[in-house]
């Protein structure tokens, strides 16, 4: 045999090219999924992808004008010529009639807005907008909230909408104009509950921040596969047969309902059932509200021992806060004889009530948010191009003549959420003519709980607000302090706290700790 060992190739050897296609298909159909993954995950809604694609975009954005490259195509709302221009048009429904009392909103890419309110025709006009491309947003009572002026590429193919500029041009010294149409809204379509389990009662005592006893019971319900989150019942400690009922203050708590016990026992104490539940955190809140409203549906049909479920309140705060406005907007569409639950009063402490403002805050430096809430704001999206879920979940852009009576209590230094955003909700309520309290405190942090004096004066507006509209059981009794705190309370509510105000008629009001602004 002649020839070098390389001539000499074994039977068992692969022949030149004998996987090559197999291979190239192989990598091609990886490619394709690749591409196909990648387009998916730029493009879709999902809630479980938008918020990171958002907040690797916003760092993205920072390192690039960290770095002073040239700005991207679609980084910013304002690439036009210096200058102010117009937005104006009509709202309509779907059948051409014009819409009165439409809100109409576009946002700079800080979160500064531009608002207008249609008149009876129809008419809306937004002036003085900084020249450049926005996705404006729309929505009114009994509409569905919607963005107008864009195009959006179907299916897989809107990813690629972040490569152009959004829908709106604004011109300097120019009028834009763009018809909106609104379609009817409907009713969201909520589970009701398959199964529910109401545990033991067993009687609980808290020291502080106030002394109180009360009677817990466990709530368990499913709707689908999996149990929603357990709500909590409590009731006073007095309490005789279930038949022995008590107004229902639904409590939103802005984490798991077992951690703020002690906040719940002295509501109870003072004559309330209290159902006490907390959402998880999610960017989607309409889950966490069909919870509710599943409890008030139960409430209404009188399967929770104790309870009232024809004089209702709801409390939240902070983070749940966004769950109560959200609730009481979606009950504006709940057709009559649904099964839920009226509610007569709404209580806020530290409420969100405006995501613009919030990030406008964000932005100019006035406000840095612990425990990562920045990165949320960030994840949310840029408002000149995304403003549809800022809007969605700011409560002062839907508020409805029809709201029941609203409490705001604030603290003037909360550091978690300004005290502005009660003061934006509070003039809104006011323009709409509905019933309402702010109270701004000098103390108390973000939970408003930070000394016992404080709590003592939270309690006492939200006690005299829960019984002005629902009235309350001679059962119920105010929660008592401990003794060792009776002293500081006096001094503190004589001292540097007190403040003044003024009523809607122009009277003067004092309360101790506490400025007063209010209608009724």
């Known amino acids: 045999m002649t020839g070098t060992a390389a001539d000499r190739v074994s039977p068992l050897s692969p022949r030149p090219g004998r996987w090559g296609r197999p291979a190239r298909l192989a ?5 394709a999924l690749t591409l196909a993954s990648t387009f998916w995950l730029a493009g879709t809604d999902d809630v479980r992808v938008w918020p990171a694609r958002n907040l690797a975009a916003s ?6 004008r960290q770095h002073r490259l040239p700005a991207l195509p679609a980084a910013t709302g304002k690439q036009l010529a210096g200058g102010t221009g117009t937005l104006r048009g009509h709202v309509r429904d779907p059948s051409g009639r014009p819409i009165e009392g439409a809100r109409l909103l576009l946002a700079e890419p800080d979160g500064t807005t531009h608002e207008a309110t249609s008149d009876a025709g129809g008419s809306y006009l937004i002036a003085d907008i900084p020249a450049g491309f926005y996705v404006p947003v729309a929505g009114a009572a009994g509409y569905a909230d919607t963005t107008f002026g864009r195009r959006r590429l179907p299916g897989w193919l809107g990813w690629l909408d972040w490569l152009a500029p959004p829908g709106v041009a604004i011109h300097a010294g120019a009028e834009t104009i763009q018809e909106v149409i609104l379609a009817p809204a409907s009713a ?10 109401v545990g033991e009662a067993e009687t609980l005592t808290c020291e502080h921040p106030m002394a109180a006893r009360a009677r817990r019971r466990q709530i ?4 689908g596969p999996r149990p929603d989150p357990p709500a909590l019942l409590y009731t006073p400690a007095t309490s005789g047969e279930p038949a022995d009922s008590r107004p229902l203050l639904l409590t939103v708590y802005p984490g798991p309902a077992g951690e703020w016990e002690c906040a719940s026992v002295p509501l109870a104490a003072a004559g309330y059932a209290v159902v006490a539940t907390g959402p998880a955190y999610s960017f ?23 309870v009232d479920g024809t004089r209702v309140a709801v409390l939240g705060g902070s983070y749940s806060s966004l769950h109560v406005l959200r609730l009481l907007e979606r009950g504006g569409l709940v057709p009559a004889g649904s099964g839920s639950s009226p509610i007569r009063a709404a209580l806020l402490l530290g409420p969100v009530a405006d995501l613009f403002d919030m990030r406008r805050r964000l932005e100019d430096g006035t406000f840095i948010p612990p425990f990562g809430l920045d990165q949320a704001l960030l994840a949310l999206g840029p408002p000149d191009r995304q403003p ?3 809007w969605r979940y700011s409560g002062v852009y839907h508020v409805r003549a029809d709201l029941p009576p609203v409490a705001l209590i604030h603290s003037r230094s909360d550091d978690v959420v300004p005290f502005q955003q009660s003061e934006r909700l509070a003039a809104a309520l006011a323009a709409a003519g509905v019933p309402h309290e702010l109270h701004l405190l000098e103390g108390g942090g973000h939970y408003l709980l930070a000394e016992d004096a404080e709590a003592r004066l939270i309690y006492d507006l939200s006690l005299a607000f829960l019984k002005m509209h629902l009235g309350s059981s ?6 008592d302090l401990p003794v060792s705190t009776q002293d500081a309370t006096h001094d503190r509510c004589s001292g540097s706290l007190a403040g ?10 004092r309360h101790d700790a506490v400025r007063v602004q209010s209608q009724t």
């Open 59 to 64: 760092r993205l954005e920072r390192w690039w």
């Open 500 to 509: 003044r105000a003024t009523d809607s008629s122009g009277g003067e009001l």
């Open 188 to 197: 969201p379509a909520v589970a009701a509950a398959s199964r529910v389990q």
């Open 284 to 306: 989607d809140l309409e889950p966490g509200v069909d919870e509710l409203m599943r409890l008030l549906q139960l409430a209404r049909a009188g399967q929770l021992p104790g």
């Open 220 to 223: 368990e319900l499913w709707s």
């Open 27 to 31: 990598l091609a159909l990886l490619a």
């Open 388 to 390: 549809l879920r800022y």
């Open 474 to 479: 001679a059962a119920g009794r105010r929660p």
